[in-house]
């Protein structure tokens, strides 16, 4: 991690709020939580990805109230990212150090405000721990799909805070779920590729930076730079 992460709060696990419930609004903080099976491959892909996305857009001072974090539904406890996976970030200028491998818990449910999985089955099982989790689950790809159909500007604009239009955005993409299904059942899924060589990582990572891409621009209002 580096210092302005430390600083800013987009650090992995641990930091940030510690509630024992979730009610949608209380907090000055925003937590978005990716999911995927080992928590050494696509999660912290998606993690890192979404936190360099996010310092592209907004920079250092605004990332205030921005949590993101990431673990396994068979999280393996305390083991590093794949070689493979830190070269893919490292493709794309992101930082992989400080990993660290988390079995998914219920107080990861409880106090994510997003949750963002690899695929429908890992979206299941968070959604079969409760916490009232339906509602702010999804795979990252229908995540993705159900953005794009938002209009940016009925959210809040970034100067009320970063944490209000996030929060906006989930409620809006959660009430139209339902209308915008995929067009396959694969279309939402981001497969596994653990013991795959190089060339399927960084296909898997190319996969997941194009999906963040959209969702990023819409939670801070900002497009990435050209």
């Known amino acids: 991690m580096t210092a302005p992460e430390a600083g800013r709060g987009i650090g992995t696990g641990n930091t940030g709020n510690t509630g024992t419930h979730w009610d949608g609004a209380s907090g000055d903080s925003f937590r978005i939580l990716h999911v995927s099976t080992g928590n050494v491959c696509r999660s912290p892909i998606t993690e890192r990805l ?58 990861h449910v409880i106090r994510a405000d997003l949750v963002l999985t690899a695929t429908r089955d890992h979206r ?6 409760g916490h009232s989790a339906g509602l702010r689950t999804f795979t990252l790809k229908e995540f993705t799909r159900l953005v794009k159909a938002i209009d940016g500007a009925t959210l809040p604009p970034l100067e009320d805070g970063v944490v209000a239009r996030a929060r906006a955005l989930v409620r809006a993409a959660a009430a139209l779920r339902g209308w915008l299904l995929a067009p396959t059942a694969e279309a939402d899924e981001v497969y596994d590729p653990y013991g795959a060589p190089l060339p399927f990582f960084r296909s898997v990572g190319d996969e997941i930076h194009q999906a963040l891409d959209p969702v990023v621009t819409a939670l801070t209002g900002v497009a990435a730079r050209a």
Do not use: C, K, Y
């Open 50 to 107: 979404t936190r360099h996305a996010l310092a592209d857009r907004l920079g250092d001072p605004l990332w205030g109230g921005l949590i993101v974090e990431s673990a396994g539904t068979w999280g393996h406890e305390g083991a590093p990212m794949e070689a493979n996976a830190e070269a893919v970030l490292a493709d794309f200028g992101a930082d992989a150090s400080g990993f660290v491998g988390r079995e998914l818990l219920d107080e």
């Open 124 to 129: 299941a099982q968070v959604i079969s721990m």
